[in-house]
């Protein structure tokens, strides 16, 4: 079991930017990929983007592409989502997940309690 806490949203303007922050605990062996999803209101979870704790490789949706960026920082067992630029259509609950695999880490139905991101106009 892993055990993850989200921290870091809050209110910002458009063209802003935040960091956001999972801390990871527990059996963090198996998770391999650790990833950010969100969820705005009426909508379905989105994948935002994934990363290796190795920091070997990272995918990103394609309407966060050059906008964000996730990191890693091992000795904290932390990972990070930089969001740049942002835009209101960029107003969600963000989560982190882990997973051994991508495909696990998409298909999971476990997740943190999520940390409000709202961008306003």
């Known amino acids: 079991q892993v055990q993850l806490v989200e921290s870091g949203g809050g209110l910002v303007q458009a063209g802003g930017s935040l960091r956001l922050s999972c801390a990871a605990s527990?059996?963090?062996?198996?998770?391999?990929?650790m990833g950010w999803f969100r969820q705005a209101p009426g909508k379905e979870r989105e994948f935002v983007a994934s990363i290796s704790w190795s920091g070997g490789s990272t995918f990103y949706a394609d309407s966060v592409k050059g906008r964000f960026t996730t990191s890693t920082d091992n000795a904290k067992n932390t990972v990070y989502l930089q969001m740049n630029s942002l835009k209101p259509e960029d107003t969600a609950v963000y989560y982190c997940n882990a997973a051994p695999t991508l495909v696990a880490l998409i298909k999971s139905n476990h997740w943190g309690q999520g940390t409000q991101v709202t961008v306003s106009s």
């Open positions: 527990g059996r963090t062996f198996r998770s391999t990929v």
